[in-house]
Each structure stands twice: as C-alpha cells, then as structure tokens.
C-alpha cells in the first residue's frame, strides 16, 4: 500500500502565500513524476505543477510565476509554494505520484485533497 498524505491548505487573503506539502510513504522503489491537481466546485480538475525525479517542472500558464513546486527526493516529498494567491485559486488541490512498485509495476497514487481558500 502507499500513501499520500497532503498538508498545509488553509484560509488565506488575496495576495497571501500557503506552502502545501505532500509526502508518500509505503512500498515503493522509487516515486518518479509528482503533481500538484486543483479541482474547484462544479469544475473539472486540472494540473497545476508537476515536477520530474529530476527537476523538471511544468506549469499550467494561471500559476505562472506565482507558484513554485519543489520535491525532496530523500524524503519522497513534494511542495507547492504558493504566492499572491488569488479568489480563482480556491480549490481542493491534490497531490499525485508515480510510484514504481518493487514488482515492477507503474502506479499512479493520489492524495486526499487539502482544502485551499483565498477570501477576504
């Protein structure tokens, strides 16, 4: 079994910041691609940032310059800094990973979601 366990969602004022973290933990030999999702009330979700094992990150255009995703190999953990948050950034933001499994297999996890709120 593996797990995702995200942390760091709260209520924050427009122009503020928030850090999420989302750490794995389970049986697994590696953690390769992890993702930042948001998903707001009545929309689909969406990609916000992933990040490569190595480094390599991809932004979806909104988050532009605002948002940061980093990950620390070592502890199999992935963040998401988020600044100058805005009212059409609240969402339920999720973490996603692909975990190679000691068999071999590919899997892709998903966290349980956090709670982001940006209201005045």
């Known amino acids: 079994q593996v797990q995702l366990v995200e942390s760091g969602g709260g209520l924050v004022q427009p122009g503020g910041s928030l850090r999420l973290s989302c750490a794995a933990s389970g049986i697994f030999v590696s953690v390769n691609q992890m993702g930042w999702y948001r998903q707001a009330p009545d929309q689909m979700r969406e990609l916000v940032a992933e990040?490569?094992?190595?480094?390599?990150?991809k932004y979806t255009e909104s988050v532009e310059g605002r948002f940061t995703i980093s990950r620390d190999n070592a502890k199999n953990t992935a963040y998401l800094q988020m600044s100058n948050l805005r009212a059409d950034d609240t969402a339920v933001y999720y973490c996603?990973?692909?975990?190679?499994?000691?068999?071999?297999?590919?899997?892709?996890?998903w966290g349980q979601g956090t709670q982001v709120t940006v209201s005045s």
């Open positions: 990040i490569t094992r190595g480094g390599a990150r």
């Open positions: 996603k990973a692909e975990v190679q499994r000691p068999w071999g297999a590919l899997d892709d996890i």
